[in-house]
């Protein structure tokens, strides 16, 4: 799918000299969502430097708010596997867990309350949500997307092996570009693989699985 291009801007290299916040998973928590919009308001980051890399909707509590808040922020986004899944009609969030596992089970139920909150004209715009962008860091430009290249739900980890790694910034390098910003995950890591970047801001939503109630953005 095309790059998203920002109105009033040049395309993805608009305002590259300025930072860029990135957060993962807003997962349905509209209070975590309005905080990570509020630290980059504080930090006069404009709509255009501010990105979601997808799953608005995702086992918290409330995701019509929190779609809506991201519609009045229109900050740069793409579409998670979730997101798909809601606005096609699916019967599942499509995150690929095994059949009858814990996550399973609990997507299931989180699944069927957000398609009871989030309403056809929600639904509608989750729809139009681009499944990639191309945003710029200095003279360095970043494919995003939210699981691998290929696949929106792919998992891919730190412990990912770097071959995997390494293949898809191969695939990305022969668009000319330098690295891959991902999601879908949950855990933020940063790994350099032959002078290519792959970076994951971890979610907003819910805390890493790391012991901790931390919940992540980066900058």
Request: charge should be neutral; aromatic fraction near 6%.
């Amino acid at each position: 799918m095309p790059s998203r291009s920002e109105p009033g801007t040049s395309g993805p290299s608009a305002g590259a000299e300025l930072p860029l916040l990135v957060f993962g998973g807003p997962y349905g928590n509209a209070q975590a969502t309005a905080a990570v919009l509020a630290e980059a308001a504080r930090r006069g980051l404009p709509p255009h430097r501010v990105l979601c890399t997808g799953d608005l909707v995702a086992y918290c509590g409330e995701p019509a708010a929190t779609i809506a808040t991201i519609r009045a922020a229109d900050i740069r986004r793409i579409a998670g596997n979730c997101d798909v899944g809601l606005a096609s009609g699916a019967l599942d969030c499509g995150c690929g867990f095994a059949e009858d596992s814990a996550c399973d089970r609990l997507s299931a139920v989180w699944f069927a309350a957000a398609r009871r909150d989030v309403g056809a004209a929600d639904r509608d715009w989750l729809a139009t949500l681009p499944g990639r962008d191309v945003v710029a860091v200095g003279r360095r430009r970043l494919l995003v997307v939210h699981g691998g290249l290929e696949t929106i739900n792919q998992f891919v980890f730190a412990t990912t092996p770097l071959e995997e790694k390494r293949r898809q910034l191969a695939r990305a390098a022969v668009e000319g570009l330098d690295g891959i910003v991902g999601g879908h995950c949950g855990m933020p890591f940063t790994q350099v693989v032959d002078g290519r970047l792959w970076h994951n801001a971890g979610v907003a939503g819910m805390p890493a699985n790391d012991g901790t109630p931390r919940v992540w953005y980066s900058v």
